[in-house]
């Protein structure tokens, strides 16, 4: 078993003008037409992020006026709220939505607490909003969630794995097994220059990073308000161990199960305790080298939530101080 640690580097952060919560009590409602924001008669639409089927009899409060959906998951607000105004949506089976007005905001996604896919709150929790260090000592749900913006990120191998075809393959080949599981392209394989968002990933056993422990490879995450702006991905071993034989097949293997976790962490996953994870914070040489690595569903659910949530949103679902703040920091994430 590899163990996994996951280090903040260097954080500063200023956090001003939260226009979304933090210290203001709710809008009162209004008669006055509305210039943004909700206007009265104003259609909101709740639906569940997993099937996008509506949810009945949910409840929404906004600005404080509480209302319920129809058989359609639809209300019709009275009054109108402007724009910053903080909603709550509540129903059982979904995990309690803080959220607050945006005039292109009226079709609302809940997170299920549970899914056939095996997702569970424990799970999101872990997941989406625990750094690895804070797993290992059972602080969950502290990390917000991380994303970048736009829906393609391009991965730029260097040095000598980009002088490696048979490599460059496999990242090509883990770039289209995480698309796959998302099923929209998070990644693609390409040295254009000018990528709004870009991870170089390249072997370099000499780093820091690869002698601090038992660690096969780590990405670095250059991030601003939990926002990943780019980063790289750091393979701990030299070019000559990829290519030995007579493991070849279980090395290739291997490389590819590496990689599709990796990416993992680009896109903003965290790791899990469950073996059955792609993302599991464990060694995976077995598993890589005998099965090939695949998400498991709950993990292929997990992203697709996620892109439906801004950078920043907070457990269990919380997207209020997501707005109006900037950070610049670096996150290493070991394994």
Same mark, same amino acid.
């Given at each position: 078993? !590899? !163990? ?20 203001? @009590? ?21 639906? #569940? ?19 319920? &959906? ?8 009275? #009054? ?7 909603? =709550? ?14 005039? =292109? ?8 607490? /549970? #899914?056939? /896919? ?22 969950? @749900? ?40 998302? @099923? ?9 220059? +000018? ?14 990073? &690869? =002698? ?10 250059? #991030? ?57 914070? +464990? ?53």
């Amino acid at each position: 078993m !590899k !163990k996994a640690v996951n280090e903040v580097v260097a954080a500063v952060a200023c956090a001003a003008s939260l226009s979304c919560g933090g210290g203001r @009590g709710p809008a009162g409602p209004t008669t006055t037409p509305l210039t943004s924001g909700w206007p009265a008669g104003t259609t909101i639409s709740v639906r #569940s992020g997993e099937t996008l089927e509506p949810v009945p009899g949910a409840v929404v409060i906004v600005a404080g006026q509480r209302s319920q &959906c129809d058989e359609q998951g639809r209300l019709r607000l009275d #009054s109108g709220a402007a724009t910053g105004a903080l909603v =709550d949506v509540v129903h059982p089976r979904f995990l309690d939505r803080q959220t607050f007005v945006l005039p =292109d905001q009226t079709d609302l996604l809940l997170w299920p607490r /549970s #899914s056939p /896919s095996g997702l569970d709150e424990a799970f999101t929790r872990e997941i989406v909003y625990t750094a690895t260090i804070d797993l290992e000592q059972g602080l969950l @749900g502290q990390r917000a969630l991380r994303r970048w913006p736009g829906a393609t990120a391009q991965v730029r191998p260097r040095g000598a794995l980009a002088a490696t075809p048979e490599l460059v393959a496999l990242v090509e080949e883990a770039a289209g097994i995480v698309n796959t599981a998302l @099923g929209s392209a998070a990644f693609h394989v390409g040295t254009a220059p +000018g990528a709004a968002v870009e991870f170089a990933i390249e072997l370099r056993p000499e780093d820091p990073y &690869c =002698d601090s422990g038992d660690v096969y490879a780590f990405v670095r995450h250059n #991030s601003g308000l939990a926002v990943i702006t780019g980063g790289e991905v750091v393979v701990c071993e030299e070019i000559d161990y990829f290519r030995r034989p007579p493991a070849s097949d279980d090395l290739r293997r291997y490389f590819l199960g590496m990689m599709v976790h990796e990416l993992g962490h680009a896109f903003g996953l965290n790791h899990t305790t469950s073996p059955g994870d792609v993302m599991y914070r +464990g060694g995976h040489w077995h598993r890589w080298a005998s099965a090939g690595p695949r998400p498991s569903a709950r993990e292929e659910l997990v992203m697709r939530l996620m892109t439906q949530r801004r950078a920043g949103t907070r457990f269990p679902d919380d997207d209020r101080l997501t707005v109006g703040a900037t950070a610049r920091f670096s996150e290493v994430i070991l394994n």
